[in-house]
């Protein structure tokens, strides 16, 4: 069994930045994809970035390309996200997902349906 939580969330100004972290409890981080989707206030999730296993390909949507950028560190198990020239419509819970990729299924980053563990999500609220 797989637990992901996230940290690093909170109330920020616009334009400031915030690194989100989500730390894996389980085994075998390193055969994960991992993923950032966000829900802002009264919408749908969405995706906001993803990661292979090893850190060898990126994904991002078209809202925080060149802003947000992912990363991970497979020793300490942990995925982050770190967001610069925050805006107002960056106001969301932000969710950390992972994809187990051990099935030889092909990389989706932006489908939900592909993850297999959520974390309870961290609230990031940009204030304009």
């Known amino acids: 069994q797989v637990q992901l939580v996230e940290s690093g969330g909170g109330l920020v100004q616009s334009g400031d930045s915030v690194r989100l972290s989500c730390a894996h409890f389980g085994p075998t981080f390193n055969m994960y994809h991992m993923g950032w989707f966000r829900q802002p206030p009264g919408k749908g999730r969405e995706f906001v970035a993803a990661?292979?296993?090893?850190?060898?390909?990126?994904a991002y949507s078209d809202s925080v390309k060149n802003r947000f950028t992912i990363s991970r560190d497979n020793a300490m198990k942990t995925v982050y996200l770190q967001m610069n020239n925050l805006k107002f419509e960056d106001t969301a819970v932000y969710y950390c997902a992972a994809d187990w990729a051990g099935d030889g299924t092909s990389w989706h980053p932006n489908n939900e349906g592909q993850y297999d563990f959520w974390g309870p999500g961290t609230q990031v609220t940009v204030s304009s």
């Open positions: 990661i292979t296993w090893n850190g060898g390909d990126t």
